[in-house]
């Protein structure tokens, strides 16, 4: 992996507590919140500080969209995203499914 493609990685870790706190408008203590419950899982430094990546910034801003502009409460949060990943881990063994299925077809011919 170059520089340049690690720069551009949304898992990459890089943004502290407060910065990604202050990104989308919460306190720090609500994003420990939401990591002791198991809605959020960042990344640790060395020094054990808390990383977040882009991807986890929208994560956490899906939880936000739930639970401030829907009225969804933590329970509910947490079955939605469990089934978010749930369909995301099905649609990519479909996908695997289908090229195995196109590479048959196409070693039958």
């Known amino acids: 992996m170059t520089r340049g493609d690690y720069m551009n990685d949304e898992t990459r870790p890089c943004y502290v507590i407060s910065v990604a706190a202050e990104i989308l408008g ?11 419950v198991g809605i959020i899982k960042p990344s640790r430094s060395p020094g054990n500080v808390r990383l977040y990546s882009e991807s986890d910034i929208a994560q956490l801003r899906r939880v936000r969209h739930l639970m401030d502009d829907l009225g969804v409460n933590m329970a509910g949060v947490e079955v939605i995203l469990n089934i978010l990943e749930r369909i995301m881990e099905l649609q990519r063994v479909n996908q695997r499914l289908e090229r195995e299925l196109r590479r048959a077809k196409e070693n039958n011919r």
């Open 26 to 36: 919460v306190r720090s203590h609500t994003l420990r919140y939401y990591e002791k």
